[in-house]
């Protein structure tokens, strides 16, 4: 396919010399196969990358949701055990 899309936009530049209109066509059809076409960086990039982010936004936000409840539960066990450390660490 890359191959026959090559050829291509070779003839369209070659036959850019007879008539420069054809010139534009092929550099739309480049930038159109790089822009969106396989492996370019069009919105499929975007979205997997924003696919990614919302992935870090919910293991971002069920982290704090677990450390706020956490905490909340525990905090007066931490707070002996941290005492009873210092107390038989000296």
Do not use: K
Not at 30 to 47: D, L, N, Q
Not at 49 to 54: A, I, P, T
Not at 61 to 84: C, F, G, I, N, T
């Amino acid at each position: 396919m890359f191959a026959l899309l090559l050829i291509l936009v070779l003839v369209l530049f070659g036959v850019g010399f007879l008539n420069p209109i054809w010139w534009v066509v092929a550099a739309v059809l480049v930038f159109g196969t790089t822009r969106y076409g396989r492996g370019g960086g069009g919105s499929r990039g975007r979205s997997s990358d924003l696919g990614q982010y919302r992935d870090y936004q919910e293991r971002r936000d069920r982290q704090e949701r677990w450390d706020r409840r956490y905490s909340r539960q525990h905090r007066a066990r931490w707070r002996r055990e941290d005492r009873r450390d210092r107390e038989h660490g000296r």
